[in-house]
């Protein structure tokens, strides 16, 4: 096993990847690839975080 010190960031891929694109063109790809997973959600119907209500007596 290889020790991965922590802070580091581990990228993986899930198809070939051509990797003469260099740093910033497999950035460039990952960013694509990722708002693709977010293409058919509805946000309209995404709901906020609710707030746990704060005690106002004590218990």
Same mark, same amino acid.
Request: cysteine-free.
């Given at each position: 096993? #290889?020790? &991965?010190?922590? @802070?580091v960031?581990?990228l %993986?891929?899930?198809? $070939?990847?051509?990797?003469r694109? @260099? *740093?910033?063109?497999? /950035? *460039?790809?990952a960013a &694509?690839?990722?708002?693709? %997973?977010?293409? @058919? %959600?509805?946000?309209?119907? &995404?709901?906020p975080?609710?707030? #746990? $209500?704060?005690?106002? *007596? /004590? *218990?």
């Open positions: 096993m #290889i020790p &991965v010190p922590p @802070g960031r581990v %993986l891929a899930t198809r $070939p990847v051509d990797f694109k @260099g *740093a910033h063109g497999l /950035a *460039a790809l &694509v690839e990722f708002a693709a %997973l977010f293409d @058919g %959600l509805d946000w309209t119907r &995404v709901q975080l609710r707030r #746990i $209500p704060q005690p106002t *007596a /004590a *218990a």
